[in-house]
Nanobody
Framework: QVHLVESGGGLVQPGGSLRLACAAS????????LAWYRQAPGKQRELVAL???????DYAESVKGRFSVSYDGHKNEMYLQMSSLRPDDTAVYYC?????WGQGTQVTVSS
């Protein structure tokens, strides 16, 4: 059974950094990418970043140059390194693979 668990969220000041982690179990990471999504209050869930098993990555325009996604195959963990955070990055961040979602971790960017 696929199980995705996010961690690392919290409160950070504008301009700060955070690293999110997604611990994955029961997955077959081969064809479909692992992805980070986020959902801000009153907004639709949106794709933030994704990574394929060959290491190829892609990002939403709004986070390019500020966020970096990676995957550790030994630990079966995906990471999202976020820097130069802005208030509009405030959201619940979710990891996703195929039809499976994690429970989400809250990121709040505020002074």
């Amino acid at each position: 059974q696929v199980h995705l668990v996010e961690s690392g969220g919290g409160l950070v000041q504008p301009g700060g950094s955070l690293r999110l982690a997604c611990a994955a179990s029961g997955i077959v990471f081969s064809i479909n990418p692992l992805a980070w999504y986020r959902q801000a209050p009153g907004k639709q869930r949106e794709l933030v970043a994704l990574i394929y098993s060959d290491g190829t990555t892609d990002y939403a325009e709004s986070v390019k140059g500020r966020f970096s996604v990676s995957y550790d195959g030994h630990k079966n963990e995906m990471y999202l390194q976020m820097s130069s955070l802005r208030p509009d990055d405030t959201a619940v961040y979710y990891c996703f693979l195929s039809d499976y979602w994690g429970q989400g971790t809250q990121v709040t960017v505020s002074s």
